[in-house]
C-alpha cells in the first residue's frame, strides 16, 4: 500500500470513529446536549480534528443520516429481482417497516429530525438526494403496477407519495410508542397486522378502478 492510499484509509478510519462517537452520544445524551467537543473527548482527539472533517454538528448527523440511506436503499434495491411489481412493493413495505423496528433511532434522524435539512440548507442544497432515491425506487415499482393494470385512474407522484406516506406513519407511530398508547388489543402486533390490511388494499386496486 502507497502512502497516498494509507493516508486515505486512515482518513476513512477517523471519520468512522468519530461518527460512531457522535451517533453513541447523540443516543445517550441526545443531540441537544452533545457538542464536537465531547464527541473529540469520546475519541481522545482534539476539537480541531473533528472541525477538520465537519463543519459542525449537522453535518456530522448528515453524514449519519446519509450512511442510513445507503443502507436502506440496498436493502430495497436487491427487491428488484422480484419480477412481479405488485409483489415488489408488498416486499418494499416489509424490508421497509423491518429497517425502521430494527433501527429506531437512525430511522429517527434519516426521516423526522430536522438536523440533516438544516445542514442542506446550510450549504444551499436544495435536493434531498437520499430521498429522491430511496422514493424513485418506490414510485419505478408502483408505475410497472400501473402498466399491468394496477391503480388505474390514479396520479403516479400523488399516489407514490400516499404509499410512502402510509408505511412511514406505521413506522414513526412505532418508533414514538404512540401505538401503545391507544388502548390496542394487541399493540406488539399492529404494525405488521396494519400493514397486512394495507395490503389488501393495495390488491384491490386492479378491481375497483
Known amino acids: 500500500m502507497g502512502v497516498s492510499e494509507r493516508k486515505a484509509k486512515e482518513k476513512e478510519e477517523l471519520k468512522s470513529l468519530i461518527l460512531k462517537a457522535a451517533q453513541k452520544l447523540f443516543l445517550e445524551k441526545g443531540i441537544e446536549q452533545t457538542s464536537i467537543r465531547k464527541i473529540a473527548n469520546e475519541i481522545e482527539y482534539s476539537p480541531g480534528t473533528v472541525y477538520f472533517y465537519y463543519k459542525d454538528k449537522n453535518d456530522i448527523l448528515y453524514d449519519i443520516h446519509s450512511q442510513g440511506f445507503r443502507k436502506l436503499s440496498h436493502e430495497l434495491k436487491v427487491l428488484f429481482n422480484v419480477s412481479d411489481p405488485m409483489e415488489r412493493i408488498i416486499a418494499l413495505g416489509r424490508v421497509y417497516l423491518n429497517f425502521a423496528i430494527e433501527n429506531p433511532d437512525l430511522y429517527d434522524l434519516m426521516f423526522n429530525m430536522k438536523a440533516p435539512m438544516d445542514f442542506l440548507n446550510s450549504i444551499h442544497q436544495q435536493d434531498w438526494n437520499e430521498?429522491?432515491?430511496?422514493?424513485?425506487?418506490?414510485?419505478?415499482?408502483?408505475?410497472?403496477?400501473?402498466?399491468?393494470?394496477?391503480?388505474?385512474?390514479?396520479?403516479?407522484?400523488?399516489?407514490?407519495?400516499?404509499?410512502?406516506?402510509?408505511?412511514?406513519?406505521?413506522?414513526?407511530?412505532?418508533?414514538?410508542?404512540?401505538?401503545?398508547?391507544?388502548?390496542?388489543?394487541?399493540?406488539?402486533?399492529?404494525?405488521?397486522k396494519s400493514y397486512e390490511e394495507f395490503i389488501m388494499l393495495l390488491y384491490k386496486g386492479k378491481k375497483i378502478y
Not at 145 to 168: I, T
Not at 175 to 189: A, D, T
Open 131 to 192: 430521498g429522491i432515491g430511496t422514493f424513485d425506487v418506490l414510485k419505478t415499482t408502483i408505475n410497472q403496477c400501473m402498466e399491468k393494470g394496477y391503480f388505474k385512474g390514479h396520479e403516479l407522484e400523488a399516489l407514490s407519495f400516499s404509499v410512502w406516506s402510509l408505511v412511514h406513519g406505521i413506522a414513526s407511530l412505532n418508533i414514538s410508542q404512540r401505538i401503545r398508547g391507544v388502548n390496542l388489543k394487541e399493540p406488539e402486533m399492529m404494525v405488521m
